[in-house]
């Protein structure tokens, strides 16, 4: 009797010396948001997307008075020879086409070039909050969002939004 006492009275100790869960939360889209190389991905992208705007402009542009020319042309030429006006006509349609086709196949590789670079940023913050987590003893950190409130409350102390952006963009600077 005094022996089963004994085994559950170390079996209380020990369930007492065991260390609670270490939890904490990030806002998810503070986090990326505020992020520094997320703020000069941004800012590339947003200056490869003028430059791609003004080159499309200018061709644009050129087009139309290109078109302009032909559409006069095959006008002067549809008095005579109807055929030939027609042919120029349809090269103009297709050339539009051929360059609108072309606007949007560099449009497409733009954006998917901004989103990988994006999906990377977010691949990043990801990692370091995994090694912070490590690092600090946490045992979660929770991820949340107004879009998707996976916490939907939490003690100012448990958040690790700040923390963890500090922390972010100084190793962003060391790079």
Known sequence: MKNIIYVALVMLVLASCEKPNKIAFVDNGELIN?????????AAFQIKDDA????????????????????AEAQRLARSNRKKAEELMTGLQQKQQQLQQQMQIEQQ????????????VIVHVKDFVKDYGKTNGYN????????????????????????????????????
């Open 34 to 42: 505020d992020y520094q190389e997320k703020k000069d991905v941004e």
């Open 52 to 71: 791609f705007r003004k080159r499309a402009d200018s061709i644009s542009q050129a087009f139309q008075a290109e078109a302009q020319k032909g559409q």
């Open 109 to 120: 590789k733009l954006t998917q070039e901004f989103q990988a670079e994006i999906d990377s």
């Open 140 to 175: 979660y950190i929770l991820g949340t969002s107004d879009a998707a409130a996976t916490v939907m409350y939490g003690a100012e102390q448990s958040d690790l939004t700040q923390t963890i952006l500090d922390a972010l963009n100084a190793d962003y600077k060391k790079e």
